[in-house]
Nanobody, 123 residues
Framework: QVHLVESGGGLVQAGGSLRLSCAAS????????MGWFRQAPGKEREFVAA???DGRTYYADFVKGRFTISGDNANLQMNSLKPEDTAVYYC?????????????????????WGQGTQVTVAS
């Protein structure tokens, strides 16, 4: 069994920064893509950013220039945070094989999920 655990969430003022990390444990697996999604109350889960095992990255338009994903733990550096970034952030990993798309934005493309970490941005 694989477990993903997010860390680094919290409360921050608008304009501030947070850094999220995703730690994997349990059964060893190959992660072809790791992604971050978020879900705000009353809204659907939405894609935020992804990183391939070769280091390629892809971002949702609303975080370009503010968020950076990097490293084996899919660290998500979030700068210039806005109140609308408030959500539960989820880490996800794709293990079933390479992904055919250059836009890995669909939750169904991922096999493992963390429990989420709350990010709250105060205005």
């Amino acid at each position: 069994q694989v477990h993903l655990v997010e860390s680094g969430g919290g409360l921050v003022q608008a304009g501030g920064s947070l850094r999220l990390s995703c730690a994997a444990s349990g059964r060893t697996f190959t992660s072809y893509v790791m992604g971050w999604f978020r879900q705000a109350p009353g809204k659907e889960r939405e894609f935020v950013a992804a990183i391939w095992s070769d280091g390629r990255t892809y971002y949702a338009d609303f975080v370009k220039g503010r968020f950076t994903i990097s490293g084996d733990n899919a660290n998500l550096q979030m700068n210039s945070l806005k109140p609308e970034d408030t959500a539960v952030y989820y880490c996800a990993a794709r293990a079933r094989g390479p992904i055919a798309t250059s836009r890995p934005i669909q939750p169904a493309s991922y096999d493992y999920w963390g429990q989420g970490t709350q990010v709250t941005v105060a205005s």
